[in-house]
């Protein structure tokens, strides 16, 4: 009777202990797919920021508006493509 209690209580420790490893696992992968979101997020900022910059330099340089725009649509296209090939 003690030793069939015994094993009942160790295979629902196992059981227990699977079922803590799979929630584990599953806020590691959460972890991780946030993470990943905050880092693409960051990389977006951080090309905004650069295509904002790019477009004040063109424009203090005396540049056109017009042609101060098609080097913007140039350089983002540039930017564009840059990312499809990553």
Not at 62 to 84: G, Y
């Amino acid at each position: 009777m003690k030793r069939e209690r015994e094993k009942k209580s160790v295979a629902a420790n196992k059981q227990q202990q699977k079922k803590i490893e799979k929630q584990e696992l599953a806020e590691k992968k959460g972890i991780e797919a946030l993470f990943r979101s905050q880092i693409h997020s960051m990389i977006q900022d951080i090309e905004k920021t650069a295509l904002l910059s790019e477009y004040v330099n063109l424009l203090t340089a005396e540049m056109k508006p017009e042609t101060a725009d098609q080097e913007m649509q140039d350089f983002e296209m540039q930017v564009d493509l840059a990312e499809r090939e990553q």
